[in-house]
């Protein structure tokens, strides 16, 4: 399956402006922007841009002397016309938020020692176990499929809590070999070869991992433009990304590096599938997509480990949102609203309501997300907004579509937290500041999109959709790719916190290339590395077991315990109670049927079909569209409900995982031989 470039819903939004916090990185290397053409802007009737234009004389005469600050190689070096977009947005900003936009209560985090930092991330991971010594399964089960790096990780971040804690005397703590069983030295930090598990699943002895051929229906294709190499790289999600790292990247190299505005300059990747498809964040179940985001900051954290970088939890000041209306408010808040009305709903309904409004007027219009509406007609459509959009009474017709754009900014701006998250903004930074590769750089921007809780990474998907529909248009409305990431850039890494305008000026070339790997790579950044899953699956299966013995254990000692009982108040009728009598217990039909199904059949169950369960025998070609194909034919005759069926998914539940929407690619033997213990049911895809 490819898929194209082609575009979804989104939308840009603004953070207002107030000082903010963008994290000091270690510069790494240099960016080399080239300055655009005069025709490359042909939109000038911005009321700021000579503001502007003296802000980016006053970079460019800054550059020739050093500053007082440390500025980011990143900005010194970038000519300062290329960037006037991105100044004249934050200038833009700053003008919305003197207008009188709402303030918006700070609450100041007192600053956290060293220890206190890595309990957090403790608790992040989803190990809070470890500090409070309790043997709880979930920690047990997660520490059990963790690779060698990733329990590098964890050991480092532990052994840092407990040599923090023994200093304060505040209590004892374990030690880290209890944890491990590692032995005096420390372990290894070496690469080690790893060997490739199979997609989605746990590794089937004596089967190897089976690719299919290169073609349009058999990988994700992140296609460029007609100006993108054609020579395409390939991305593996098989392997553990940290433990793909070789070697750690040269200090002296990372700082030469360079990279460029062209869109010609990006890579091309390639994902492959394998026989198990590939999986989006939206087709596991609530309960495993946690599980992903526990596995994938232990993975970020060890990824960065191996190109010696510090990862650290930014604990700025947090900005308190507001209990209702539609500005200001979090996406969580928002949604419970929503939910109320549309049941299921993962976007807010404004945010969704400004995407449409843009989508079906805006995406042709010349400089849309350059160009800015009326300062004041914006502040009085947010007000008429405020008070009649849960009414239905508000007329979009009446909205142009540079004040929807604004809207749309001042949205995104003015989220409480940032969409992206505040406590891991200095990873964002890190990974253009201090990673050379373009490679290296998506797959960190990979796993903090796992990391982001759900309201956000549905709202951040939607935004991203949209920004590659305008790109899309740029032949009408001008707007090119770097274009529109200077323009979303300020909106999204500008956060309210506590935070000084040096450092922003020095994120301000960093930012805008995070913007463009997220806009241009969506497409994988969506799918679940399947070594997370096959980690899940794990995780799962380490689970059952604990619990098998638990119920052995508890009913052995329920048995016992009768036994006793029977011993003090009958003793001449311990015999009755002999195993040469004991009588076994039936097992229950579920189990029956299920021993009753043949190696290598499934039954499919369809509860919205007229013929609601088949038995289906599997060989090595069976596909789950193959499947989905079989049971329409056999309803479409006797069904009046067809046409919902066809828009219908094969899920693989229970077993070793939740709930997994399969890929219609999917070989289902192989999805069998890895879950044998699964139901197979066919049901409408969540979207």
């Known amino acids: 399956m490819e898929i194209k470039d082609s575009g979804s819903v989104v939308l840009t939004a603004y953070h207002s402006y107030a ?23 042909p939109i000038s009737s911005r009321k700021s841009i000579p503001r502007c234009r003296r802000i980016n004389r006053m970079l460019s005469n800054e550059s020739l002397h050093p500053p007082t600050f440390s500025r980011s190689n990143s900005q010194a070096s970038v000519d300062s016309t290329s960037m006037e977009d991105f100044w004249c947005e934050v200038e833009s900003i700053k003008e919305n938020s003197e207008s009188g936009q709402e303030e918006q209560t700070v609450t100041e985090i007192k600053p956290a020692d060293e220890g206190e930092l890595e309990a957090e991330w403790l608790q992040d991971v989803g190990l809070s176990t470890l500090i409070s010594g309790a043997e709880e399964e979930d920690g047990q089960a997660l520490l059990s499929t963790l690779t060698r790096t990733q329990a590098a990780a964890v050991q480092k971040r532990y052994n840092t809590y407990t040599q923090t804690m023994r200093k304060k005397n505040k209590h004892s703590v374990r030690d880290v ?28 002895p004596g089967k190897k991992t089976v690719w299919q051929a290169v073609n349009s229906n058999s990988c994700l294709d992140c296609g460029l433009d007609k100006d993108t190499p054609s020579v395409a790289e390939e991305l593996s999600f098989e392997v553990s990304f ?51 985001r526990y596995l994938s900051l232990i993975e970020l954290t060890a990824f960065y480990d191996a190109l010696g970088i510090d990862l650290k939890r930014d604990r700025t000041d947090k900005v308190k949102g507001r209990e209702n209306g539609l500005f200001g408010v979090p996406l969580t808040v928002l949604l419970e609203n929503d939910q109320k009305k549309f049941p299921g709903i993962k976007v807010p309904l404004i945010f969704q309501k ?23 007609r914006v502040k009085n459509l947010r007000q008429e907004l405020e008070s009649k959009f849960y009414e239905d009474t508000f007329d979009w017709d009446q909205v142009r579509n540079n004040d929807a754009a604004g809207l749309l900014k001042m949205f995104i701006r003015e989220l409480p937290s940032p969409l992206f998250t505040v406590e891991y903004l200095p990873a964002f930074i890190a990974l253009v500041e201090r990673i050379s590769k373009i490679k290296l750089q998506l797959q960190a921007l990979h796993l903090l999109i796992m990391l982001l809780p759900d309201a956000n ?11 590659k529909k305008v790109v899309a248009n740029e032949g009408k409305n001008k707007m090119s790719l770097w274009n529109v990431s200077m323009i979303v850039a300020p909106n999204l890494f500008i956060y309210k916190g506590k935070r000084s305008n040096q450092e922003e000026m020095q994120a301000a070339a960093t930012t805008a290339h995070i913007v463009r790997l997220l806009i241009r790579y969506q497409d994988i950044l969506w799918t679940v590395p399947s070594f997370l899953i096959t980690q899940v699956r794990k995780m799962n299966e380490a689970a059952i077991n604990n619990t098998k013995k638990q119920l052995i254990f508890d009913k052995s000692m329920r048995k016992l315990l009768r036994r006793k009982t029977l011993e003090r108040e009958r003793p001449e009728k311990i015999e009755a109670t002999s195993p040469r009598t004991s009588k076994t217990l039936p097992t229950s039909p579920s189990s029956r049927r299920k021993s009753d199904i043949p190696e290598g059949v499934i039954r499919v169950h369809a509860p919205l079909h007229s013929k609601v369960s088949m038995a289906i025998q599997l060989n090595g070609q ?22 919902k069926t066809q828009n219908q998914s094969l899920y693989e539940i229970g077993g070793n995982i939740g709930q997994h929407c399969l890929d219609p690619d999917a070989y289902m033997l192989d999805v069998y031989h890895v879950n044998p213990h699964a139901e197979w049911v066919i049901k409408p895809k969540t979207s």
């Open 354 to 376: 400004l995407l449409q409004k843009l989508e079906e007027t805006g995406l042709e219009t010349e400089g849309i997300l350059r160009v800015p509406g009326s300062a004041s």
């Open 622 to 643: 069976t596909k789950a569209k193959d499947i989905l194909a079989r049971f329409h034919c056999e309803n479409s005759h006797d069904s009046p409900n067809s046409i």
């Open 242 to 292: 940290s433990e793909s790292i070789t070697e750690i990247p040269k200090e002296k190299g990372l700082k030469s590096q360079r990279f460029k505005k062209e869109d010609s300059s990006l890579t091309k990747f390639i994902v492959r599938k394998s026989r198990f498809g590939l999986t989006e964040v939206g087709d596991l179940s609530v309960e495993d997509m946690k599980k992903i």
């Open 177 to 204: 070999r209890d944890i491990f069983g590692v032995a005096e030295s420390p372990p290894s930090f070496e690469p080690v070869p790893v060997s490739l598990v199979p997609a989605n699943g746990v590794q089937v």
């Open 19 to 41: 000082p903010s916090r963008i994290p000091r990185i270690e510069p790494s290397f240099v960016p080399e922007i080239a300055a655009p053409s005069a025709s490359s802007h």
């Open 457 to 467: 990474r549905d709202t951040a998907k939607a935004f991203l959709i949209f920004l």
